[in-house]
Nanobody, 122 residues
Framework: QAQLVESGGGLVQAGGSLSLSCAASGSIFRVNAVGWFRQAPGKRRELVAAITSGGSTNYADSVKGRFTISRDNAKNTVYLQMNSLTPEDTAVYYC????????????????WGQGTQVTVSS
């Protein structure tokens, strides 16, 4: 099973930006959809952005227009550019893979990594 490593989190003020990276140990991203998820304290893990193997993207309503998911197959890396951050975006962010066309919280096949903490101060 591919190992996924998230990075790029940190502490940022509201209105700021962060760019997260998810690196895979193999070429799993080339053939599968990849999602960025987040989990805030006391809340369930939720999918915030996904990109299919064909490059189609979708976003949770709460992040539309602010977050952008992209993929570099040559580097086996998926990115999440986060702009206009708010305190409600504070969470641990994870990535995972699904089928070629879909990834959800229940359709995530890789082992969950450690995640990367994003903290947005008001």
């Amino acid at each position: 099973q591919a190992q996924l490593v998230e990075s790029g989190g940190g502490l940022v003020q509201a209105g700021g930006s962060l760019s997260l990276s998810c690196a895979a140990s193999g070429s799993i991203f080339r053939v599968n959809a990849v999602g960025w998820f987040r989990q805030a304290p006391g809340k369930r893990r939720e999918l915030v952005a996904a990109i299919t193997s064909g490059g189609s993207t979708n976003y949770a309503d709460s992040v539309k227009g602010r977050f952008t998911i992209s993929r570099d197959n040559a580097k086996n890396t998926v990115y999440l550019q986060m702009n206009s951050l708010t305190p409600e975006d504070t969470a641990v962010y994870y990535c995972n893979t699904g089928t070629p066309t879909r990834v959800t919280t229940t359709l995530a096949f890789s082992s969950w990594g450690q995640g990367t903490q994003v903290t947005v101060s008001s």
